[in-house]
T-cell receptor, first 112, second 111 residues
Framework: KAGVTQTPRYLIKTRGQQVTLSCSPI?????VSWYQQTPGQGLQFLFE???????NKGNFPGRFSGRQFSNSRSEMNVSTLELGDSALYLC???????????FGSGTRLTVV | QKEVEQNSGPLSVPEGAIASLNCTYS??????FFWYRQYSGKSPELIMS????GDKEDGRFTAQLNKASQYVSLLIRDSQPSDSATYLC???????????FGKGTTLSVSS
């Protein structure tokens, strides 16, 4: 059974650019959650999508957005990148009745 | 603001000892509790879940939950160098909401 797949694994972007990250959940999982992980702040919740609808949202600025497609794949977009956006971005999938998340390998974003 | 607190460590234990990791949470109504292990450079991996007061054992791992004290712990018996990692406590305040993570405790097991 394939796990959660995140692409790309690594990204280097320049301040002011925008970036799109992709996440394919475990087959049959309809919930996808996104987290930002930095050494100082730990894992911080960005948003969660379930059946193409944003169900929960964390305290991030509007530059951070996401969406989910009918096949449950999800993308997150960060516009007008700032140096502080450098982080590991983790996607996790889950299914109703199983409360634990399964994480993907993450996308390491570096903003220069 | 719902919070999950953990001591950052590092917690250092010798091989074969018991490692005890602790976590407190602020939302008294929280229902589900999880421990994740994260090796350096890797993503978090779920190792234990617990939903009711008491102990839950799985191999060398025991999760303990005390809802009255808003306290969750993870015991690792017979600690091995391969257990050296950051352990993240996560709490689900209620069904349909996002998991809230603590910042993690770094465990170092010396041989």
């Amino acid at each position: 059974k394939a796990g959660v797949t995140q692409t790309p694994r690594y990204l280097i972007k320049t301040r002011g650019q925008q970036v799109t990250l992709s996440c394919s959940p475990i087959s049959g999982h309809r919930s996808v959650s996104w987290y930002q992980q930095t050494p100082g702040q730990g894992l911080q919740f960005l948003f969660e999508y379930f059946s193409e609808t944003q169900r929960n949202k964390g305290n991030f600025p509007g530059r951070f957005s996401g969406r989910q497609f009918s096949n449950s794949r999800s993308e997150m977009n960060v516009s007008t990148l700032e140096l502080g956006d450098s982080a590991l971005y983790l996607c996790a999938s889950s299914t109703p009745g199983a409360y634990g998340y399964t994480f993907g390998s993450g996308t390491r974003l570096t903003v220069v | 603001q719902k919070e999950v607190e953990q001591n950052s460590g590092p917690l250092s234990v010798p091989e074969g000892a018991i490692a005890s990791l602790n976590c407190t949470y602020s939302d008294r109504g929280s229902q589900s509790f999880f421990w994740y292990r994260q090796y350096s450079g890797k993503s978090p991996e779920l190792i234990m879940s617990i939903y009711s007061n008491g102990d839950k054992e799985d191999g060398r791992f025991t999760a303990q939950l005390n809802k009255a004290s808003q306290y969750v712990s993870l015991l690792i018996r017979d600690s091995q160098p391969s257990d050296s990692a950051t352990y993240l406590c996560a709490v689900n305040p209620q069904a349909g909401t996002a998991l809230i993570f603590g910042k993690g405790t770094t465990l170092s097991v010396s041989s």
